[in-house]
């Protein structure tokens, strides 16, 4: 009689793949969410920066003024793009603020402006608690927070 050999796996093989398996599935999916939230702040950072260009538009569309790059109307495309930096933060809250006596916060955005200048800021998905991403009408794009968060009134990010 010839025996025939059978081959496969042990028990033990299979359950150490599924568990090589099951760690480099964690480290990716930990890898995508942290891409999702650094597209998302590109997205945001995008959204703001056009808000610059806007504002832009708008003061040399009124006479020289930036009086009313926030005041909210209906055809002012920053409340636009504002809302789509909204939109690419599930935390942010209070979609638009529209005036000078409230201070940039963690989950709102904040549009200042007056006759001479403005400032926007928006909170981002992958910072530290208390920092916003702001453009203001000096040319200024970058980091604000902590001690040095747009306050009431600012109409400059630094």
Request: net charge negative; hydrophobic share 40%.
């Amino acid at each position: 009689m010839k025996k025939t050999l059978q081959r496969g796996f042990t028990l033990i093989e299979l359950l150490v793949v599924i568990a090589i398996i099951g760690i480099l599935a964690a480290v990716v999916l930990a890898s995508l969410n942290d891409a999702r939230d650094s597209g998302q702040d590109a997205s945001i950072k995008q959204s703001i920066g056009n808000a610059r260009s806007q504002a832009e538009l708008i003061y040399n569309q009124n006479g020289y003024s930036y009086a009313a790059v926030c005041d909210g109307a209906a055809t002012n495309q920053i409340t636009d793009l504002m809302t789509a930096a909204k939109n690419n933060r599930a935390e942010t809250t209070g979609a638009n603020v529209f005036t000078l006596a409230t201070a940039g916060s963690d989950t709102s955005i904040t549009c200042h402006s007056n006759a001479s200048g403005y400032a926007i800021s928006a909170p981002l998905n992958v910072t530290t608690a208390g920092q916003q991403w702001c453009v203001d009408s000096t040319g200024y794009a970058g980091f604000v927070g902590n001690d040095n968060s747009l306050g009431p009134n600012d109409i400059t990010c630094e």
